[in-house]
């Protein structure tokens, strides 16, 4: 059972206490996402279907006097990044995720001049396909956008989260996922396009059926500002552009025809992704989400043939999970690592856990960590009061 969000808030507030010597102004966090349907449509300005997780990254916050920003980890003692207002643009590593956010929403207009004190902690795991980027992204913005009174919408925040990890960070990320950890309802997906950032609730209806969604964690590494995902990317430009169309959600099956190779490949799965995103609203409208299965499993043969993002150990749990009764699984997030989405019964989630660790230690894999995930709600300012102390 996940510790009290309260205690959580408190005990970050704390953390900001002791490591800057007065009460944060606010303590906000947002969540990691898994996306059910919908993979590398984003880039493509397709629709996506995520949900948001109940893993949340939290971010402590409060101004400054002057024109410094500093940003703590509460996890890892001594990890600290202290910079200006001025070279936020500038920053590296895993502080520029934050500090990249700030910049993005002072080039959006937030006004003032003052810095900010940020302490982080969250249970979103690192590099394992769940957003934890976009959860940091989106906690910071709501901060920063509530504290400096600038009340921005939440999709503005969401195009200044992905700013933040094009310009900044330097991978060429599409915007689903700081709009799933922003825009996301309790209990349901979010339909997004990603050309007009139009949106819709979908509701999931599992734990009606009985069903359940697992998280495989391959701990095989990622990391998206690598070359593997920016070639795709570009692969996919490439081929709108021999298309004559402006981005791939816009082919059709026909118009391939037109492409070879492996252009031809990338832009195949983005045109049969996009259908399926769709044929899974279609089925959750009609109270089908048993029937959803499939849809995910044909979407990760397409990932691991056409676009080529699997590796070994992710199509070794989604073929261990297949076989011992989940209904469909398939790779989330950019590919190359991290995890696996298995829809499954819920009574079959101790067998089908010990199926892929089973399967992983046979093929020479990391033993990979299963989690339950249920559909939560976006962003949020946490129910913590200053001067709340033991």
């Not at 934890?132 to 009174?149: I, K, Q, W, Y």
């Not at 997906?189 to 964690?217: I, K, M, W």
């Not at 402006?246 to 492409?259: H, I, K």
């Amino acid at each position: 059972m996940s510790e009290p969000v309260h205690d959580l808030a408190h005990d970050l507030a704390q953390t900001f206490r002791d490591a800057v010597g007065h009460d944060p102004e606010g303590v906000f966090s947002a969540p990691g996402r898994v996306n059910l349907i919908g993979e590398h449509t984003d880039h493509n300005e397709g629709h996506v279907l995520p949900f948001a997780i109940d893993r949340r990254c939290r971010v402590a916050v409060g101004r400054r006097a002057d024109d410094t920003v500093t940003v703590r980890s509460a996890q890892e003692p001594g990890a600290t990044v202290t910079t200006t207002l001025g070279a936020l643009a500038d920053a590296r590593g895993w502080s520029a995720y934050a500090l990249g956010t700030v910049w993005a929403l002072r080039e959006a207009g937030v006004p003032g001049d003052d810095g900010w004190d940020l302490v982080v902690a969250g249970d979103v795991p690192l590099g394992s396909g769940l957003s934890s980027s976009a959860a940091l992204e989106s906690a910071v913005a709501l901060a920063v956008s509530d504290l400096s009174g600038a009340g921005l919408d939440r999709h503005t925040l969401a195009r200044a989260g992905r700013r933040a990890e094009n310009d900044v960070v330097g991978a060429p990320v599409g915007i689903m996922d700081q709009a799933a950890s922003l825009l996301c309802r309790d209990g349901a997906a979010l339909l997004l396009d990603c050309r007009t950032l139009e949106s819709e609730d979908v509701a999931l209806g599992l734990d009606e059926v009985g069903l359940a969604t697992l998280v495989v964690d391959t701990r095989v590494r990622h990391d998206l500002a690598d070359g593997g995902y920016a070639d795709r990317r570009a692969a996919c430009v490439a081929a709108a552009e021999a298309l004559g169309v402006p981005a791939l959600r816009d082919a059709t099956p026909a118009m391939l025809d037109a492409l070879e190779g492996d252009l031809l490949k990338r832009a195949r799965h983005v045109v049969t992704e996009e259908s399926r995103v769709h044929r899974v609203v279609d089925l959750l409208r009609a109270g089908r989400p048993e029937a959803v299965g499939p849809e995910l499993t044909a979407s990760h043969a397409s990932l691991r043939d056409d676009f080529a993002v699997s590796v070994a150990a992710l199509d070794a749990v989604v073929e261990a999970a297949l076989e011992d009764g989940a209904l469909g699984a398939r790779l989330v997030g950019g590919g190359f690592g991290g995890s696996v989405l298995v829809l499954a019964p819920a009574a079959s989630t101790d067998r089908l856990t010990a199926a892929v660790r089973r399967r992983a230690a046979d093929g020479g894999h990391p033993d990979p960590v299963v989690r339950a995930v249920h559909p939560a709600g976006g962003a949020r300012r946490e129910a913590w009061a200053p001067g709340d102390r033991d």
